[in-house]
Every structure is written in C-alpha cells, then in structure tokens.
C-alpha cells in the first residue's frame, strides 16, 4: 500500500501542475490597484533600477496599450508605491528635428543649352543650415524628367549633390508623381539644376529648399498584418486590417513588393466600425529604372489617429495588379517621462473612460534634450485590477434596465388612460348601450 502510495504521488503531482501555474498566471495578471484607483482597469509596473538621486526616466509605450487606453491617451496615470500620482511628459520623437518649412532662393539664372540641359541657378544667400533636398515649381502639367544637381560656395566651382534623380507628374493617370529632388546634405550658398531634357526648356517659375533634419521621427512597426478584402472599385487592389481598437498614433504605411516596375496610386482609410471610412493618407508608391539608376519610394504617410479598423487601396488603372504586395504599418513611438525618486517603485495605469487630460508643469521644467538623455525603463506585462469598478454612472451601465422601467411605465400609463375613460361614460350612455335590441 505504501508503494502504491509513493509511486501515485508524482502522478498527482504532474496532473496538479498545470492547475498551479494557471492560477499562479491569474494571480499575475489579475491584482488589485488601491482604493483610490479602483476605475483604472488596466497597469503594468515599470521595471527601473534604484536610484541614489532623483532622475528622470523614460519608458517607451507598449502598443498594446492602445487598444484599452482611453482616446488621446487622457486616461494615462503613473502612481507611486504609496498610490500617489506622479507628473509626467508625454514625449514623441514625431517630426523631423531641424526642418525648415520652406525657404525660397533668389533664381539667378533660368536658361536652356539646346541638345544638352534647362539649366536653372539659385542662391541661398545667408540661409547657412545643410539642405538636401530642393522642390522644382513648374507650371507643366504632365511630365517625366531627370536632374542633376550641384553645389557651389562661389558659383565657379561646382560638386555634384545629385547625379540623376527623377521628377515627374501624370495626372490623366491618376499619377500626382513628385517634383522634390533629393542630394547630399550641404550648406552651399549656391545650387546648380540641370533638367536633363535636351529637346526643349523646361519651364522653371521657382524653387523651395528644404533642409536637413538632424534627427528623423522615431517610428515603431504594428505587429498587426493586413488580409486582402473587396475594393471599393474596380480596377483597384486593397487590404483590411482590424487594430482591435483606435487611438493608435498612425503615421506610415510600407510595402514590401514583389519584383518589376511601378508606379501607383495608393490610398489610406480609417473606420470605427468598417462601414464609415474616412481619409487618413494617400501618396504615391513607385520603382522603375532609367539606365543605370534605380528609383524607389515604398513608404505613405498618414496622419491622425486610427479607429479600429485601416484599409489600403492601390490603384491599378489598366495594369495587372502588384505581385507579393505586404503592407505594415508603423506608429509614432511615444514616451512617458517622470522623475524617479529614491527608494519608490512605479506603476503605470490605463483604461478609464471617464478620465480627464491632466495637467503637470513638468513639461515646463524639463527640455527636450533632458528628456532625450533620461534613463530608459521597461513595461512589465500589462495587469488587470480585479477590484477594478465602472467609472460609468449606473443609468449607462444598466441600459436594459432603464428600458425596461420605461417599457413598464408606459404600460401603466396607457392603463391608466383606458380606465379613466371607462370611468368617464355617463350612466346615459351605459343605459343606451343595453337598450340597443341585439343585431340579427
């Protein structure tokens, strides 16, 4: 007995182990917050290093977080280990560091070498910040050029930024193409651009330079894939994507496709409940080659926040559609900041609906660069409250009770009608009523 005893323990134990490890997941993932966040349904404690002296730290949010934050991340909170609430920056690396919006040179020729070049030169003059990058203006409707560009600091000597980059524009086919040319980054006072059309001028009315960003906007990709659905029309490729919730900061769709040239139109839609669409993004996605050089633009860029659902269109026109087309999102990468004290612990909470935008002067404390240099923190998984409670008020939480006192009064109402006209009847017209000879 006792050897079957010894040999039935380990079984019992192996059949007991996966009960244990759920519970002990259940216990992980569900834990109460204190009383005084008891409507913040969701937390994830931030793992930090201790610390001798209060800094700042920065933690990169999870996009999970998304999907059960509140619109525009008001309900965001980070608490203490005493339950206090701790300012905090919401911090985004979302535009281009050093980019001038536009900067418009003097045009000090404008001229045409026939069999070779339209040849146009600007100058900066005392615009010193690295450029690269310059948009032809032409009043020429459709067009498919290439240019050369050169930079000089004495408009004699001259150094190629750019050997052959195209600019083009068909819009009968649905093309609006581009007219930016990139280069080299440069601080030259004096840029030299050569249309490469040796049959006629090229018409010229002006030019915009744009500088250099000394930082690109930080991105995150979406761990989200896109399925092919129904076009909206035809001729046109398109791919659906359910986000499981809004609020995401979207600013770049990418394609991966299969081998060949192109050029397309392509256009991004949003929607809360995959009826109502809504314009979020469009641009152009191309790679062909002329001669030796290959040019390639994959990337569209969107604006504003999603709602649950995105859609992607290509339009083919009369050209067999993309092969191995991979769509993938990316979302503006966005950061808590705070500063840490000795001897705390922290906690990030999310998920309450009624939750107002506050307000920390931290932001007017801290720079830019202090944020940039803060010491970067990790998200622990993400934990549900189990005394989380519904911040709602209880008329919205209980709709159908609602409706059914409504439905309920109505009956009595209407019963109480009826009765007060039966009350209401004469005796004359009772006795007409039983004089009346019965019908045969």
């Given at each position: 007995m006792?050897?079957s005893?010894?040999?039935q323990s380990?079984?019992?134990s ?6 244990i490890l759920?519970?002990?997941?259940f ?5 109460p917050?204190p009383?005084?966040w008891?409507h913040?349904r969701y937390?994830?404690?931030?793992d930090?290093?201790?610390?001798q ?6 933690l ?6 998304y999907?059960?934050a509140?619109p525009f991340?008001t309900?965001?909170?980070?608490i203490?280990?005493t ?5 905090y920056?919401?911090?985004a690396r979302?535009?281009?560091r050093?980019?001038a919006?536009s900067y418009?040179p ?8 026939p ?7 600007l ?27 050169a ?5 004699r000597?001259?150094r ?9 524009r ?5 093309h ?7 280069y ?5 006072r004096?840029l030299r ?5 040796v ?9 915009q330079?744009i500088s250099?960003?000394a930082?690109k906007p930080?991105?995150?990709a979406l761990?989200?894939?896109?399925t092919?659905?129904?076009p ?7 791919w659906l994507?359910d986000?499981?919730g809004?609020?995401l900061?979207l600013?770049e769709v990418?394609f991966q496709?299969g081998?060949?040239?192109?050029v397309?139109?392509?256009t991004?839609q949003?929607s809360r ?9 469009s641009g152009?996605i191309?790679r062909?080659a002329?001669?030796k050089?290959e ?8 604006g504003?926040?999603s709602?649950r659902?995105v859609?992607?269109e290509?339009?083919?026109g009369?050209d067999r559609p ?5 769509p ?5 990468a966005q950061?808590?900041v705070f ?8 906690r990030l909470?999310y998920g309450?609906t009624r ?5 920390y ?6 720079t830019p ?6 010491l970067?923190?990790?998200?622990g ?7 989380w409670?519904?911040?709602r008020p209880?008329?919205?939480t209980h709709?159908?009770?609602l409706w059914f006192g409504v ?7 209407a019963y109480?009608?009826?009765q007060?006209l039966r ?18």
């Open positions: 006792s050897r005893g010894l040999q380990p079984r019992n192996r059949g007991q182990s996966p009960a759920l519970c002990s997941l216990l992980l993932l569900a834990s917050l009383v005084a008891q913040w937390s994830r404690a931030i930090l290093s201790p610390t002296a209060t800094q700042l730290v920065s990169r949010l999870p996009p999970d977080v999907a059960h509140a991340l309900d965001l909170r980070v203490d280990d339950a206090a609430e701790v300012p920056i919401l911090h979302d535009l281009p050093g980019t919006v418009t003097r045009v000090l020729e404008n001229s045409f070498s069999g070779h070049y339209t040849q146009v030169v100058d900066l003059n005392k615009y010193s910040a690295f450029h690269s990058s310059v948009r032809i203006d032409t009043p020429k409707a459709e067009f498919m050029e290439w240019v050369e560009v930079a000089s600091d004495d408009a000597v001259w190629i930024v750019q050997e052959r980059a195209p600019i083009f068909f819009p009968r086919e649905g609006s193409g581009t007219s930016v040319v990139a080299s980054p440069t601080n030259a004096y651009l050569r249309i490469l059309d049959h006629e001028k090229f018409p010229v009315t002006g030019a330079i250099t960003p930082e930080e991105r995150e761990d989200i894939a896109f092919p659905t129904t909206s029309a035809p001729n046109q490729s398109a994507a986000l499981g809004g609020n900061p600013r990418r496709v081998p060949g040239e192109f397309r139109e392509v991004v949003s409940d995959s009826s109502q669409w809504h314009w979020i993004g152009e191309y062909f002329q001669g050089r040019c390639e633009q994959l990337v569209v860029h969107v504003g926040d709602g659902y859609r992607v290509i339009a083919n009369n993309l092969a191995a087309v991979v993938k999102m990316y979302i503006a950061r808590i500063e840490q004290q000795p001897g705390k612990t922290y909470l309450q939750a107002q935008q506050p307000m002067d931290l932001d007017r404390r801290v660069p202090q944020m940039d240099a803060a970067v923190a990790q998200a998984p993400e934990e549900v409250n189990s005394d409670s519904d911040p209880w008329t919205e709709r159908f009770v439905a309920i009064a109505v009956l009595l109402i109480t009608a009826i007060s009350r209401s009847e004469t005796p004359a017209d009772q006795d007409a009523t039983r004089s009346e000879p019965p019908q045969r």
